[in-house]
């Protein structure tokens, strides 16, 4: 390989990231991650005398094994390298390097691994637990119509602002990772209770302020994830769903009920706003399952 040109490993770092960053627009937590990941090799290299920008593979499986040594999960280890493989075929791709030291290793084999998930009833029990004679329960009720009805993130979902809600076309403009924007359709029962919720009880949590937040608090202000994450909890209990519960958990079920339902995995990929569709992999599991089951009940030798 051919050196980087890069007066010490820092400098490499900061203009792989520099670039990414202006290619793709990745958060700043896939940015920090991958800075955190990368410095930890080029310390465990320069204890050993080796440059980051000349490694070869062998001194990236001597990292790697030296970490699984100390105890590393399969998931971080795969992590890493999944750092380590968009560092250095950045630099390849740029010419700073001839050969990509992370081509020929293997990710770690991972379980699949879905989060809880929850049933259509149990879904039925949540949407009906908040008190929507209140204000304040009818905000919390909408939101978790929004949250199962499009599947959006907890962040998108505190965040969003009546300037991306169009109760006419029935969509959701939703601004996600890296500012990647995606059209989200909205089902007649949400739209049903979005509308409700703007016309009366928003306006009454306000009481004479302004925001341009859908569902303020009673300050005016946006709600915080920690915040929504209590509600979701303390909504659960009262409906008697035992299992743990988060914003996730209802994202999960939003991607799964469809699936179960006929979506194409493509189709739900789109839908959580995932940049890459091995990233929605894991629901392919209940794809499966529902062509198995359908196998078995309609083809006549099933």
């Known amino acids: 390989m051919t050196s980087g040109h890069f007066a010490d490993p820092a400098a490499a770092i900061d203009w792989f990231l520099d670039g990414i960053w202006a290619e793709r627009g990745l958060s700043e937590n896939t940015l920090r991650a991958y800075r955190a990941d990368l410095l930890a090799l080029n310390k465990r290299f320069t204890e050993r005398k080796v440059k980051l920008v000349n490694a070869s593979e062998a001194d990236l499986l ?73 204000p304040l329960g009818h905000r919390d009720r909408t939101m978790l119509e929004l949250l199962y009805a499009t599947g959006v993130r907890v962040s998108e979902l505190v965040s969003l602002k009546l300037s991306q809600v ?85 994202r999960h079920a939003f991607a799964t009920h469809l699936l179960n339902h006929g979506a194409d995995l493509r189709v739900v990929q789109l839908l959580l706003g995932h940049s890459d569709v091995s990233t929605t992999q894991i629901y392919t599991h209940v794809a499966r399952e529902r062509m198995k089951d359908l196998h078995a009940r309609h083809h006549p030798r099933g």
Do not use: C
């Open 62 to 134: 001597e990292y790697l094994a030296w970490r699984v040594g100390k105890g590393a999960k399969p998931s971080s280890t795969a992590r890493q390298l999944s750092s380590f493989r968009r560092f250095y075929r950045y630099l390849l791709r740029e010419g700073r390097i001839t050969e990509d030291p992370t081509a020929l290793i293997e990710m770690p084999r991972i379980g699949q691994r879905l989060p809880h998930s929850l049933t259509e009833a149990d879904v039925d029990a949540l949407l009906a637990a908040p008190d929507v004679a209140q």
């Open 166 to 250: 169009n109760l006419n076309q029935g969509v959701l403009r939703i601004i996600g990772k890296g500012d990647r924007e995606r059209l989200i359709p909205l089902g007649d029962e949400a739209q049903d209770w979005l509308h409700r919720f703007v016309l009366a009880p928003r306006t009454e949590i306000l009481a004479g302020r302004q925001t341009e937040y859908l569902f303020p608090t009673r300050r005016g202000g946006p709600m915080t994830r920690q915040t929504f994450w209590y509600l979701i909890k303390r909504h659960a209990r009262k409906a008697g769903i035992a299992k743990k519960l988060s914003p996730h958990t209802v």
